[in-house]
């Protein structure tokens, strides 16, 4: 089974600071991945995803992730937080199961990012 | 260039009541999903559906709850006799095709409310 942890539900950073939103996964097979951030009442809307290619991903708004195959992390960084940027952030993992994939997500519990001044 | 396109926004049922939710996917998407936000609980799959097929209902509670993707209209998650646990988010989301380089694009949802 394939399952996500996001490590710490609020994270506060000042504006202009480093934003960094954990990720653990776990697969059995290699994993897609992704990112979503939600703006109150909302949908999802796709930061970036890692699909085996790049490790290192870049996504919408100057945000990035990494892919650690050795510490099973997708962590989220922006090198400087804008207010803008306060939101729910989510890791999912997409299921691969018998050569198919499909949107069928399994998330992680969310981290409410607030951004001040 | 409209995205998913989710209504009511908002929907208010009595106990017992029948909810019906519609999902309108992008233009040129025949793939649908459903998934549900429960407070304090994050977002979880329901079901999965292609046109005119149910292709993975494994999130869908056994009672109750059943979707359907017409050849024509929209996609329509149907909730009967709802009860006050069924409050929450519904979000629908909508792809071309499958396979990871074709995420999802979620619609802005619909608040279920049941008093």
């Known amino acids: 089974a394939q399952s996500v942890t996001q490590l710490g539900s609020h994270v506060s950073v000042s504006e202009g600071a480093l934003v960094l939103l954990r990720c653990n996964y776990s697969s059995s097979v290699p994993p897609y991945l992704f990112w979503y951030v939600q703006y109150p009442n909302q949908g999802l809307q796709l930061l970036l995803k890692?699909?085996?290619?790049?490790?290192l991903v870049k996504g919408i708004n100057g945000f990035e992730a990494e892919f650690k195959k050795s510490e099973t992390s997708f962590h989220l960084t922006k090198p400087s937080a804008h207010m803008s940027d306060a939101a729910e952030y989510f890791c999912a993992v997409m299921l691969y199961a018998g050569g198919t994939s499909y949107g069928k997500l399994t998330f992680g519990q969310g981290t409410i990012l607030t951004v001040h001044p | 260039n409209a995205g998913v396109m989710q209504n009511p926004r908002h929907l208010v049922r009595r106990r017992g009541q029948e909810a019906r939710l519609r999902c309108s996917p992008m233009k040129g998407h025949s793939h649908v999903y459903w998934y549900r936000q429960l407070p304090e609980e994050g977002l979880k799959f329901m079901v999965y559906l292609q046109k005119e097929n149910i292709i993975d209902e494994s999130g869908m509670p056994k009672e109750r709850f059943s979707a359907e993707f017409p050849k024509e209209g929209p996609s329509i998650l149907r909730i009967q006799q709802v009860v006050r646990g069924d409050s929450a988010a519904y979000f629908c989301a909508s792809s071309p095709r499958q396979g990871q380089n074709s995420p999802l694009h979620f619609g802005n949802g619909t608040r279920l409310t049941v008093t």
């Open positions: 890692y699909t085996s290619a790049a490790t």
